[in-house]
């Protein structure tokens, strides 16, 4: 390939990187179907043919954004699960990686929750082609680190699916309920300090829950905590803020 080709080449990717970061914006705030091709192509300054050119159509650009943004996620989430680690380092790993993305992630959450009120309703193709592709992969992985886990002695008999609810369950549930939790707690879920308190604590309450021995979890858990600091974030995080009117 000459130099001249090469630059062309770097330049059509260039491109096309640009289309997709502003299609995943687009899309993350509006859906499929309150997103503009028109914003689309001005935030990535580019024409409308250009973008054509790249994508057939509106949705086929939707489905290469939630291809793209999704995965991001599933990297991240497999190099948690990465054999080099303890089965139960990968599950410890996993909890803090999942916690994480719930609130750093917001593209990723708010496509996902459009693809399954889309998939519930049977217009989703994306659903199935990730949840194969990506979310099955990831369980096996799971169920791979209870089963040695409870094999080598580090973790107790239990069913791995359980310790897959649990784990991600308890992160799920505390960000569904933070509105009722402000008002019925004396402090702010979303706060930073609020927010490092659960995170910790939930990676804590695994070690101790996991593990046939609990002081081996316990320090586990610390060791985790320490390697994989919290993201930083805002302290009025966009994502959480209520909106009034």
């Known amino acids: 390939m000459s130099f001249l080709d090469k630059h062309h ?9 640009r289309i997709l970061r502003a299609a995943i914006q687009e899309f993350s705030t509006h859906g499929l179907s309150g997103a503009r091709i028109d914003a689309i192509a001005d935030s990535a ?3 409308k043919a250009l973008l054509y050119y790249y994508f057939k159509n509106k949705k ?3 489905e290469a954004a939630v291809e793209k943004v999704s995965g991001r996620v599933v990297e991240n989430a497999l190099a948690a699960l990465d054999s080099k680690f303890s089965p139960g380092e990968r599950l410890l790993r996993s909890a803090l990686v999942h916690f994480d993305r719930i609130f750093t992630q917001h593209e990723f959450q708010s496509l996902l929750q459009q693809e399954m009120v889309r998939f519930r309703s049977g217009q989703s193709k994306s ?4 949840a194969q592709k990506a979310f099955k992969p990831l369980l096996e992985k799971l169920r791979q680190a209870v089963n040695e886990g409870t094999r080598t002695g580090e973790l107790c008999e239990m069913d791995w699916l359980q310790v897959t609810y649990s784990m991600f369950g308890a992160n799920v549930f505390y960000f569904l309920s933070a509105p009722l939790m402000e008002i019925a707690l004396p402090f702010k879920p979303f706060e930073v300090k609020a927010l490092e308190s ?9 070690g101790k829950a996991l593990f046939k021995d609990r002081i081996h979890g316990i320090k586990l858990a610390n060791c985790v905590l320490a390697d994989m600091p919290m993201p930083r ?12 009117g």
Do not use: C, G, H, W
């Open 127 to 130: 659903m199935p082609l990730f």
């Open 198 to 206: 659960r995170r910790r604590a939930a990676v804590q309450f695994l």
């Open 45 to 47: 300054k580019a024409n």
């Open 60 to 62: 086929s650009l939707y």
């Open 233 to 244: 974030i805002k302290k009025t995080n966009a994502l959480f803020r209520r909106k009034d």
């Open 9 to 17: 080449q770097d330049r059509a990717e260039q491109t096309r990187e």
